[in-house]
């Protein structure tokens, strides 16, 4: 019986769009197991009263990270990813969190927005900005304003000079009041700085008149005496 013969020809290989593919579908297929076998232990239950689905929550990042979900540093290979997609979506599941919220944000963009916070400042007289910013940011960023403190040291740094020493004086207790006082500081001083600036730009113009005025009759008079003089 002649030999067979052995194939010259090299197995080719995968590319990087055959190996993400080949990912997407493993994780696809584990999770669907997953579903499955949650299905079934929901089943051998034999609960007769309906499951009510858990509501949604918009959680902070605090809260989230008390579930203490786990860290996928990218040199565990595809076996490592398949394992973190499922361990992060059982923390989903169980922190009840909403779709929107179910985003990775790397450590560098965390900075950036602390930075961000750090240095936000009331541009103008747009206070409305200033503190729909802020919320935004303090939601963010929870470890830089941990307790009402920290809150109000960080709402009231970036408030004006104008206004800053009055908010800091009524002591307010929660960022709500500490948002009134400062909205009603800011309308009382922009509704009154526009008539004082245009009493001093009249008061300006009256004095400049009455400078020019009295340097003419001076002069005129000066140069009647001097005419009569022999």
Known sequence: MPPKRRSTFATPAMTQAAIRQLVAYSITTVLEAQAVNMANADNTNRNLKPREAPIARNNSYKEFMRFQPFNFKG???????????????????????????????????????????????????????????????????????????KMMEAFIGGLPRSIKGNVTASKPQTLEKAINIAQRIMDQLTKHTPMQVSSDHKRKFNDRNSFNNNNYRNTTTNNRYNNHQP
């Not at 595809?78 to 990775?104: H, M, P, Q, Y």
């Not at 009331?122 to 919320?135: A, E, I, M, S, T």
């Not at 935004?136 to 009402?148: H, Q």
């Open 75 to 149: 040199s565990e290979g595809a076996v490592g990813l398949i394992r973190w997609f499922k361990r992060t979506e059982l923390v989903f599941s169980r922190s009840n969190c909403i779709e929107d919220c179910k985003k990775c944000c790397p450590q560098t963009e965390v900075q950036k927005m602390e930075d961000k916070f750090y240095h936000l400042t009331v541009k103008g007289n747009d206070l409305k900005r200033y503190v729909r910013r802020f919320q935004e940011l303090a939601t963010l960023c929870p470890t830089m304003v941990s307790d009402s403190k």
